[in-house]
């Protein structure tokens, strides 16, 4: 064993790597995790009276490869099982193909046909390790809702031509945009819940961190994987001020910016600088130098929000989304005043309507416009909308005040 760790820690770190070489030589994503489950348990029973083995994982993937031939046999598929021994010898030749078994299991637990939700809780259950029960609280459900919706997204991939390969040279932007995806899905919803009474999830946030590690370690020359990293690093050096000391969410103008993490931000800042110079800029690359600005700024009054302004213009155009629209109009509000930023968010009625984030930014610039009666309204309405129990708590406190203000 190569450290004192702890068996549970050490299987719980080795799961995902061996997962991804038993899906590689199975095809199947449920069997594989049949197999290393017995190889698990294998191992909870014999490393305490035996010991850890020099290669803890080489034994995990030959027990957990013994099982699925065991497997195979018993269900007596005779074609299946001369398929996956072919596959078993071919992966031991010395011109096998060398893919990172994680980065495997990673592109098919974020496959296009699976939804975002569950792709997801794939994610976590499959490359994360973590529990079925650990997922559930994470997404407030009951652990037999996730073992459902985790059991149909394997059924899903099941029924796919060949999911768990890499992507062919046609198929890789697409498949890396889906992973991309998942785990900034993945790391907002730890950052900023969008449900429930915490403001933010550490354990999926975490977890997004060291996923994008993961894939950025395995695609370091990629800009927007290296901008992905950036920006979940930029935006999580944040989380020690983003609460008060009961748990209430604290606003990025209210934060204490001495308890953001500053090598986490020095890391973030040095990638995107680098990822921004390899060619053409992504979406992803682009948060990442929204991200810097603020957080290389002293103070919100300090910060430079013409170049914020120049920035979201820029992703505005890249991605014609309209949450960036409603960020530029705060920045324009800061560069040109709130009557500027208020007639950029009309434009959003159609596109967002009855969106409480729409309504939130309508109280805030109200409220610098000097107009605190219609500013209580806009942010009422807010929380009525958002379905954060803490976000909602945030908007009636700021409402509270702006009516204190109005009493004579």
Known sequence: MPSDQPIE???????????????RRSGDLADAEDALQDALLAATTQWPADGVPDNPRGWLVVVGQHK????YRSEDARRRREVLVVTMEAAEQPDASQADDSLLLLFGCCHPALSPASAIALTLRSVGGLTTAEIARAFLVPEPTMAQRLSRARRTLRELDGPFRMPAPHEYAERLRAVLRVLYLMFNEGYAST???????????????????????????????????????????RRPARTG?????????????????????????????DALVRGAVGEYQLQAAIAAVHDEAPSTDATDWPQLLALYALLERMTGNPMVTLNRAVALAMV????????????????LPGHHRLA????????????PQEAAEQ???????TTSLAERDYLRVQVARLRQGLTP
């Open 195 to 237: 449900t429930g009474s915490t403001v933010a999830r550490a354990d999926l946030a975490v977890e997004a961190l060291r996923l994008t590690r993961t894939l950025h370690a395995s695609l370091p020359d990629d800009p927007e994987v290296t901008g992905l990293l950036a920006l979940i690093l930029l935006t999580d050096a």
């Open 360 to 371: 939130a930014v309508r109280g805030h610039l109200l409220e610098r416009a000097g107009r």
């Open 68 to 71: 699925l031939v065991d497997r």
């Open 245 to 273: 000391p009961l748990g209430e969410l604290v606003s990025l103008a209210d934060q204490d910016r001495g308890l953001w993490d500053r090598a986490m931000v020095d890391e973030g800042v040095a990638l995107v600088e």
């Open 336 to 351: 040109d005043g709130p009557d500027a930023g208020l007639a950029l968010l009309a434009t959003l009625d159609d596109r």
């Open 9 to 23: 820690d050490l299987l719980r770190e080795l799961a995902p790597q061996v997962l991804g070489v038993l899906v």
């Open 379 to 385: 942010l009422l309405l807010a929380s009525h909308g």
